[in-house]
């Protein structure tokens, strides 16, 4: 089993920047890909970011290229977000996952661990 817990969302002005922060409990943190999620406001979950076990390999969603940033540190037991030249339209809770396995894949129904979320919200 994992826990996930996310923090530092809030409120920012376009063009602002945000750090998601995601802590993970359980031995075997190191060993799974992890993803970035978010769902706004009637509207259905999609990616935002992934990351392999390693942080070897990223992959991100076309709208999130070149402004946002996945890393992890597994001595922490910590993955992160970093959101820069925010948009409104990025305006959502935001959602850390885990994977069974280690490949950063991008399909939500690949991750069975999930956070409670951050609600992040950009004003114009």
């Known amino acids: 089993q994992v826990q996930l817990v996310e923090s530092g969302g809030g409120l920012v002005q376009a063009g602002g920047s945000l750090r998601l922060s995601c802590a993970a409990s359980?031995?075997?943190?190191?060993?799974?890909?992890m993803g970035w999620f978010r769902q706004a406001p009637g509207k259905e979950r999609e990616v935002v970011a992934a990351?392999?076990?390693?942080?070897?390999?990223?992959n991100y969603a076309d709208d999130v290229k070149g402004r946002f940033t996945i890393s992890r540190d597994n001595a922490k037991n910590a993955v992160y977000l970093q959101m820069n030249s925010l948009k409104p339209e990025d305006t959502a809770v935001y959602y850390c996952?885990?994977?069974?396995?280690?490949?950063?894949?991008?399909?939500?129904?690949?991750?069975?661990?999930w956070g409670q979320g951050t609600q992040v919200t950009v004003s114009s």
């Open positions: 996952a885990a994977k069974e396995g280690y490949l950063a894949t991008m399909q939500l129904r690949t991750y069975p661990y």
């Open positions: 990351i392999s076990w390693s942080g070897g390999s990223t």
């Open positions: 359980g031995r075997t943190f190191s060993s799974r890909a």
